[in-house]
């Protein structure tokens, strides 16, 4: 079936340096890859996501990658900031495109 | 426009018996997703719901079912608990659970097997 791998599974960064997630998945019909972030506690919530017609989108702070021919996407973080820590989830969407698949966390820490 | 809300937000059960949760869906919304949170496992997808109908399935045990009404809301039972079943039940609300449209999550019922 589907399946998402992410890395790290935790990733420590001092305050201003960059931090970079990485996503891979398997099916090759996912068209749909959005980010997540969760603080402790509460509950997920989206901060960026990518579709499968471009290459690249940038939010401020944070951009995401997206290589369909390799089948992996990226989070990347600049200046970070300790409320950028949190868990950060990738997710792709199935098939049917009526799901979505998540990888299984970065715990993200950055200290001050 | 109201938030995705859950009920009960804790519960704590003993292995054997089965559980309710209840989910409702932002105003509008006809698609809702189950997922089981765990510490090192991430959110794991359980189910989805669109106008009544379970349009897909994750890899789960059939003690794992649910169900959608005509209002949207929807409701995951768990049947003959144990121990592995205790965790955070998230469930996600879209406009038709497709790409187009953003999922937002409800807060989660904790869920404690004992």
């Known amino acids: 079936g589907e399946n998402v791998e992410q890395h790290p599974s935790t990733l420590s960064v001092q305050e201003g340096d960059s931090a970079v997630i990485k996503c891979t998945y398997s099916?090759?019909?996912?068209?749909?890859f959005p980010w997540y972030k969760q603080e402790l506690g509460k509950r997920p919530q989206l901060i960026i996501d990518?579709?499968?017609?471009?290459g690249e989108k940038k939010d401020q702070r944070i951009a995401v990658t997206l290589n369909k021919t390799a089948k992996h996407f990226s989070l990347h973080i600049t200046e970070t900031q300790p409320e950028d820590s949190a868990v950060y989830f990738c997710?792709?969407?199935?098939?049917?495109?009526?799901?979505?698949?998540f990888g299984k966390g970065t715990t993200l820490s950055v200290s001050s | 426009k109201a938030g995705v809300t859950q009920t009960p937000r804790y519960l704590i059960k003993t292995r054997g018996q089965q559980v309710t949760l209840s989910c409702s869906p932002i105003?509008?919304?006809?698609?809702v997703s189950w997922y089981q949170q765990t510490p090192g496992q991430g959110l794991q997808f359980l189910f989805e719901y669109f106008s009544e109908t379970q349009r897909n399935k994750g890899n789960f045990p059939g003690r794992f079912s649910g169900r959608q009404f005509s209002n949207s809301r929807s409701e995951m039972n768990v049947s003959t608990l144990e121990l592995g079943d205790s965790a955070l039940y998230l469930c996600?609300?879209?406009?038709?659970?497709?790409?187009?449209?953003?999922?937002?999550f409800g807060p989660g019922t904790r869920l404690t097997v004992l």
């Open positions: 990518i579709r499968s017609n471009v």
């Open positions: 099916d090759s019909a996912s068209n749909y």
């Open positions: 997710a792709a969407s199935n098939q049917a495109g009526t799901a979505l698949i």
């Open positions: 105003s509008g919304h006809r698609s």
């Open positions: 996600a609300s879209s406009l038709d659970g497709t790409p187009h449209n953003e999922q937002f």
